[in-house]
């Protein structure tokens, strides 16, 4: 492979490129390993539609670090066998002076050819990058792939593209550079070219770079403390003691834990088996915090197991009021329930429905929150199962936005408006894509009568209110995406959403299903904004007064109230008045129509009168 960059270096070995990239692979087995005798709560959030997640990581061999200990092992063995009897001992000193002489020698004269071929490299070669050609490239995949040399140009290119009127090749273009780009991320990081095309889409070189880097590494394992069992302070002293080195996770949790490492396994102690702390990814506080469930509300989560979010709902709610803990899978709702008694949750009703079909089981406009931590392509938690660099492609994603978009109008359609302390939608993904986040939310803005609202944490990214052609109502910053490189938590959406009256909670029907694959559609640019949520305050506290008297219910179940259903107002025809003279000649027919019945109706009861007998 040809790389002219600003540093040449020596081509290493193959063994050396091996190496190198085994010892990623190694890091990341005994990452695994390391958590595998736990409930691997993380692991199970990032399900995809498909269901149990890749788990790929856990057929990693650890080969590169064996050959190296078997190495080790060997070298000794062969000095063992060199200190032979006394008698031996002056010929084998000299042999070892000879041998040492003669390393030292080969060794300097490979260093001369090395600096040797450097020099010629450096002569025959500009200093500075220069894409290769169409043959360098085909001879390059003839070849094994050269690690080093990818890395180096991945380094050129992104050095490039960051300065491009200045730096740029002669005549080549950003495009050309791009497409290098993505060709060597997908062959060195091993990303198929759906998701490295959609991750460059997303962020500028310098920044992809740090992001990339970042899904290789774990996250930092955190812990949550179960706070209807113990307080953080008891739980970090008593898991200190027992040689798990840990921290508060964070100024803006109150509850998290960070083990930096640990001499027990973190997910056996005796505190973990009582249910005193959750295993659960700091991503995965998010939308919890943003929901803010109050005591004794009615509140359901629509996509439970494992439990992570439940019962951080159920903490806060202090085991008061009513959950309910949806579950579609019914493989997945032994870990559920498991989870919910080990933690002492006592508020929770599971049940297991496909989330679309929730507002028919459980009422419309009858929950005071609702969370949606949708099932999705898992783009954001790479870092945790590496599978997922390859096993997604744009179909799953479509897929997956699609299932979205219906899972979020239920969502809605459960919430009422007019509770007394909620009226919230949370929606949250471990996806990094745009039509899984920003264009669901979009979607559910067009649909329903619901507004963003703050989510309540002072830190995360704004969403994109502008994606390529797309163009999201200006709210969407409001939004919050959460990402490994900056927040060094997994990549993470949370939306919150409030219900503004429940006057479009219809239920979703068949046409809304095919309206959402033709919205779903990347390549038809959205031009409306959300109709609305533009509706004019008095408007809409007359809509509130309306619903508030229709939805009085002061029992504690989950009863269906009085729901307003209009046809959704895209469907209403516009009214067009007729003519004068159609109305005139209407008005003419239906006086002749009354006129002839009446007349029907005397002759019919004087002919009764002249026969009574009949
Ligand atoms: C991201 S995980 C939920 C993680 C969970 N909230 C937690 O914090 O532990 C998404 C879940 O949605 C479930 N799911 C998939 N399709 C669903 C559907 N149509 N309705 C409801 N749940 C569904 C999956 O089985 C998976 O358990």
């Known amino acids: 492979m040809v790389v002219k960059g600003k540093k040449l270096q020596k081509k290493p070995s193959r063994k050396e490129q091996s190496k190198e990239f085994l010892s990623v692979k190694s890091k990341k087995k005994n990452d695994i390993l390391s958590e595998s005798d736990m409930e691997d709560e993380e692991m199970e959030e990032q399900q995809s539609l498909d269901g149990d997640g890749g788990n790929s990581g856990s057929d990693l061999s650890s080969d590169g670090d064996d050959t190296f ?23 084998d000193d000299s042999d070892v002076e000879k041998k040492s002489r003669a390393i030292d020698d080969e060794k300097e004269r490979e260093e001369k050819e090395a600096l040797d071929e450097l020099q010629l490299n450096i002569k025959e070669q500009p200093d500075e990058f220069r894409l290769p050609t169409q043959e360098e490239l085909e001879e390059e995949a003839r070849g094994p792939p050269d690690l080093t040399g990818l890395k180096q140009r991945i380094k050129e290119v992104v050095r490039v593209l960051s300065n491009f009127s200045s730096l740029r090749q002669e005549g080549a273009t950003r495009k050309q550079y791009i497409e290098q780009l993505k060709m060597d991320l997908g062959s060195y990081y091993g990303y198929n070219e759906f998701l490295i095309s959609s991750l460059v889409e997303m962020f500028p070189p310098v920044e992809l770079m740090e992001l990339i880097e970042a899904f290789e590494k774990p996250r930092p394992i955190t812990l949550r403390t179960n706070t209807l069992k113990t307080r953080r302070r008891d739980l970090a002293g008593v898991l200190l003691n027992r040689g798990i080195n840990l921290d508060p996770l964070s100024k803006w949790s109150k509850v998290g834990l960070v083990v930096y490492d640990h001499q027990v396994p973190y997910g056996a102690t005796p505190e973990y088996m009582a249910g005193h702390y959750m295993v659960q990814s700091a991503s995965s506080f998010l939308p919890v915090m943003a929901l803010a469930p109050q005591e004794k509300e009615r509140v359901v989560d629509m996509a439970a197991s494992p439990g992570g979010k439940t019962t951080y709902i159920a903490a806060l ?48 406009n009858t929950a005071d929150r609702v969370l949606l931590d949708a099932p999705c392509s898992g783009t954001g938690v790479i870092s945790k199962d590496e599978s997922v660099k390859t096993s997604k ?16 109008l239920a969502a809605i359609d459960m919430v009422d ?42 830190f995360g990214r704004p969403g994109f209110v502008r994606f390529r052609e797309r163009r999201f109502h200006p709210s969407l910053e409001k939004t919050r995406r959460f990402y490994p490189h900056v927040h060094n938590m997994d990549g993470f959406f949370v939306a919150k959403l409030k219900k503004m009256s429940n006057s479009k909670g219809v239920p979703a029907a068949a046409s809304e299903v095919e309206e959402v694959v033709e919205e779903g559609s990347e390549i038809e640019p959205s031009t409306t904004e959300n109709p609305e949520a533009e509706i004019p305050k008095p408007q809409r506290k007359e809509m509130l007064k309306k619903g508030n008297k229709s939805s009085t219910t002061n029992n504690g179940s989950l009863k269906r109230k009085n729901e307003e259903k209009p046809a959704p107002k895209e469907k209403r025809k516009k009214f067009k008045p007729l003519p004068r003279e159609e109305i005139s000649k209407a008005r003419e027919d239906k006086r002749q129509a009354l006129r002839e019945a009446k007349k029907k109706a005397t002759t019919k009861s ?8 009949v």
Do not use: F, W
């Open 417 to 458: 408006a007019n509770s007394k302390s909620g009226g919230y939608v949370v929606y949250s993904t471990c996806s990094m894509m745009v039509i899984e986040n920003e264009d669901v939310i979009d979607y559910a803005l067009k649909k329903r009568d619901v507004k963003l609202v703050p989510c309540g944490l002072d």
């Open 317 to 364: 709610m202090k085991n008061t009021g009513i959950i309910y803990a949806n579950e579609m899978k019914e493989q997945r709702l032994t870990k559920l329930t498991s989870n919910l008694q080990r933690l002492g949750v006592t508020n929770t009703v599971v049940c297991s429905y496909d989330g679309r079909e929730l507002p028919k089981v459980l009422g419309h």
């Open 393 to 408: 492609n744009a179909v799953d994603v479509q897929n997956c936005s699609r299932l979205q978009k219906e899972l979020i």
């Open 606 to 613: 004087a002919s009764k009168k002249a026969r009574p007998g």
């Open 69 to 91: 200990a078997g190495d080790v092992l060997q070298g000794s063995d062969d000095e063992e066998k060199g200190s032979g009897s006394d008698s031996d001992l002056d010929s």
